[in-house]
């Protein structure tokens, strides 16, 4: 029996069910399945136990049982991260969140919302459209992913370009340290916008649930721009449009979005949602323009003009509301349709500067051919923000190994071209061995010790991000030599 799993005695569940009551915990073994794994789907392992608190006060009380036992947790949005983060390598206890789904109270005075760390991202521009709002982070995984889980990888998404990501719209949160206590970091909803001392929230935000779990957050509201102009723009070739990205940021025209997607995605998304893709184009540019409607024509004038001395094909632009959300449908739900493709991929996510976008689209390129691997792409272009997408089949142990070769390759070539090996999806598991490469030895410790103030013991989502961490297959059972 695994050290883990002598923890995890009747007694200790027992403690766990009394905190937030047996019809919200899972330690069934085929319930536990579901929660296996996150969207990085290469590794596996299963947790003890999920317990799934409704309110702050259960979390501290679950946090303190773990302390008290010496017990590893992990916080859980919705297990849409890319990148392993939620990896139970040594089982554990899994603290999710999605049961504190509220919308505590919006102050559209002060442009705030205080929202349940559960709450899915979508909801909170739902909740607000009506009165001209939204809330700019936008990932793909919108409809699915928690605040929480996005304060967790500081999340960005297609209008990242024009608004930022996730630390720039949030203004303070409550947290339950390893230890069970309580705090709140950064503006009080209540308070005002500058605090003084250190920016403790700044530094939880992309520390990938290492720090502790957050319970409640006070997110910025913004605006909604008062028109919008989604272009889409057909290209021959992937260079083409790489190109055309960097000569509209060179023109100074900022677009709320600036997303690519080459031929395969895009014969993908097309066989999934009929939007009227051409299935010849060798990539297509989504590119929207919003704010004050003034301008907005001349600077589309602008776009179309770049377009053509780049040599596309055609540029549409979306007539109706309808045409636009479908536009964005199509681009949101890429990863999708990549199930018409293949049973598995690998969703990589690094950055290059904006002016080497066709270099590493062409290293992509040679990289499919080199490890015979089909790899679509579809990603924020706008910031440099590559999703290369290396199809595979886990059934064939050759093409595992080859996808992964592959995505290391590309990584390489990302940080050797000056960008960075993770955009927005994190570090996780995955790219452990990466963080060596683009860091110092004395960056890491720097970034070591950080996490100890947070978590001296090392016992809150374990085993991420740090060369040198364990892996699953230093906690699986060793097998008895045979006779
Ligand atoms: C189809 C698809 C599209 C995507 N598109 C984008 C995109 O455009 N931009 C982008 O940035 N990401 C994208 N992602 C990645 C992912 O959706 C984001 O990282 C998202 O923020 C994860 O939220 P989650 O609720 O699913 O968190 P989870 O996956 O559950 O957890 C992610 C990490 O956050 C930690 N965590 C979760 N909740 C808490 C909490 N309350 N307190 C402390 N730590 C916590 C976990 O321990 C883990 O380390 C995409 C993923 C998919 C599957």
Redesign the pocket.
């Known amino acids: 029996m695994s050290v883990t799993s002598e923890k995890l005695s009747p007694a200790i569940l027992a403690e766990f069910r009394a905190i937030v009551g047996s019809g919200n915990i899972v330690t069934n073994a085929d319930e536990l399945l579901v929660y296996e794994c996150?969207?990085y789907t290469l590794e596996k392992n299963l947790p003890d136990v999920v317990v799934l608190p409704k309110t702050t006060e259960q979390v501290a009380a679950i946090v303190k049982v773990c302390a008290a036992h010496n017990i590893a947790f992990?916080?859980?949005?919705?297990?849409?991260?890319?990148s392993g983060?939620?990896l139970p390598i040594e089982g554990g206890v899994f603290i999710a969140?999605t049961r504190m789904t509220k919308i505590l109270s919006v102050d559209y005075r002060n442009r705030r919302a205080l929202v349940e760390?559960?709450c899915v991202n979508a909801w909170v521009t739902n909740a607000v459209k009506s009165r001209g709002f939204f809330y700019a982070p936008?990932?793909?995984?919108q409809s699915?992913?928690?605040i929480?889980?996005?304060?967790?990888?500081n999340?960005?998404?297609?209008h990242t370009l024009k608004y930022g990501?996730t630390t720039n719209h949030v203004l303070g949160f409550e947290?339950v340290l390893p230890n069970g206590e309580i705090v709140w970091l950064g503006t009080q909803p209540e308070g005002g916008e500058d605090v003084g001392g250190y920016d403790l929230r700044g530094a939880v935000i992309g520390s990938?649930?290492?720090f502790?779990?957050?319970?409640q957050v006070l997110v910025r509201l913004t605006r909604a721009p008062q028109a919008y102009k989604t272009l889409l723009a057909i290209f021959e070739s992937v260079d083409e449009a790489s190109q055309t990205v960097s000569d509209i940021i060179a023109a100074g025209i900022v677009p709320g979005a600036m997303e690519m997607m080459d031929q395969l995605i895009t014969q993908a998304v097309e066989a999934a949602y009929h939007f009227g893709f051409p299935l010849d184009a060798g990539a297509v540019l989504i590119v929207e323009l919003d704010g004050l409607s003034a301008g907005l024509e001349r600077q589309a004038a602008r776009i179309l003009e770049i377009c053509r001395n780049n040599h596309s094909r055609e540029v549409r632009v979306a007539k109706t509301e309808e045409e636009r959300a479908l536009l964005w449908k199509c681009r949101?739900r890429a990863?999708?349709a990549i199930g018409r493709l293949s049973p598995n991929f690998l969703?990589q996510d690094g950055v290059v500067p904006r002016s080497k976008l066709p270099e590493i689209m062409r290293f992509i390129r040679a990289t499919s051919e080199r490890f015979q691997l089909r790899i679509p792409n579809v990603f924020?272009a706008g910031d440099g923000n590559i999703h290369p997408l290396i199809l595979y089949d886990e059934r064939e142990p050759d093409q595992v190994r080859r996808a992964v070769a592959a995505g290391e390759a590309i990584l390489g070539k990302c940080v050797e071209l000056g960008g960075s090996v993770t955009g927005?999806?994190?570090v996780?598991v995955e790219k452990i061995d990466f963080m060596a490469k683009q860091f110092s030895k004395e960056d890491l410790d720097a970034m070591r010790t950080l996490r100890s103030v947070f978590d001296p013991e090392m016992r809150c989502?374990p085993h991420?991000m740090f060369p040198g961490s364990k892996r699953c297959a230093d906690f699986a059972p060793k097998k008895q030599a045979s006779a």
């Open positions: 996150d969207a992990i916080p859980r949005g919705a297990g849409t991260n890319l983060a939620l969140l760390a559960g936008d990932p793909s995984s699915a992913c928690t929480g889980g996005n304060v967790a990888t999340s960005g998404g297609p990501v947290m990938e649930g290492m502790g779990i957050v319970t949101k990863f999708g969703t924020h927005e999806h994190g996780g989502n991420k």
